[in-house]
C-alpha cells in the first residue's frame, strides 16, 4: 500500500509549473516591444523557409501553415463586432460624422496575432522532422491555389471595410488628413 500515497508526479508538475510560470514572465515582457517580436518571428519564418527549401519537401505542411496564416489575418483585420451582425440588431459602426465615433477593436488583438503565428512557425518547423508528413505533391498547383484563396478572400475583406467604412490600421488622426486635403484644394484654387 506504499505506491498508494506515492507523489512520483509531484516533480514533474512543479517542473511544469515552473516552466508555464517562466515562460509566461517572457510573455508577459515581450508585450510592449512589438517591433522585436515580430523581428523575432521573422527569423522563426526564415529558418522555417530555408528548412523546407534545403529539404525539397513538406509543402503540405507549408501549405497548411499558409490556410492557417490567413486564418488569422482574417481575424486581425475583422471587427470585434461585425456590422453584418449588429445591422440585424439595430446596432452598427458609425457611418457619418454625426454618428458616435467607437475606435476600431480587432477581432483577433495583435498580441494573439504574433503569439499564434509564431507558434504556427515552430509547430510547421517540428513537423519538418517527421518524414512521414513529406507527402509527395506537385507544390505549384498548391501555390496557385493558395494565391486564388488569398485573393478571393482579401477581396471580400477590402469589400467589407469598405461597405462598413473601417480601417484596421491606426494611421493617425484623420482631422489632419482633412487639413491637408483643405490645403490642397486651396493651393490649387489659387493656381487656378
Known amino acids: 500500500m506504499e505506491g498508494v500515497g ?42 522555417y523557409v530555408l528548412r523546407v527549401y534545403h529539404l525539397q519537401g513538406f509543402y503540405v505542411v507549408s501549405y497548411g501553415l499558409g490556410i492557417y496564416i490567413l486564418n488569422l489575418l482574417i481575424g486581425f483585420l475583422s471587427p470585434k463586432d461585425d456590422p453584418e451582425l449588429e445591422a440585424l440588431d439595430g446596432a ?23 503569439y499564434a503565428i509564431t507558434k504556427a512557425f ?37 469589400l467589407h471595410m469598405v461597405k462598413y467604412k473601417y480601417v484596421p490600421f491606426n494611421i493617425g488622426k484623420q482631422v489632419v488628413l482633412v487639413k491637408i486635403g483643405t490645403l490642397v484644394r486651396n493651393r490649387l484654387q489659387l493656381a487656378a
Open 6 to 47: 506515492d507523489d512520483s508526479g509531484a516533480p514533474i508538475a512543479k517542473w511544469r509549473s515552473d516552466f508555464s510560470r517562466a515562460f509566461q514572465y517572457c510573455l508577459d515582457r515581450s508585450t510592449p516591444h512589438t517591433m522585436r517580436r515580430w523581428l523575432g518571428t521573422l527569423a522563426v519564418a526564415m529558418i
Open 92 to 114: 452598427s459602426l458609425p457611418t457619418k460624422g454625426s454618428d458616435e465615433f467607437r475606435p476600431f477593436i480587432r477581432r483577433l488583438p495583435e498580441f494573439r496575432f504574433w
Open 122 to 158: 515552430v509547430v510547421a518547423f517540428l513537423l519538418t522532422f517527421f518524414s512521414v508528413l513529406d507527402v509527395p505533391v506537385f507544390w505549384p498547383i498548391l501555390l496557385c491555389y493558395w494565391i486564388v484563396l488569398f485573393v478571393l478572400t482579401m477581396k471580400r475583406q477590402i
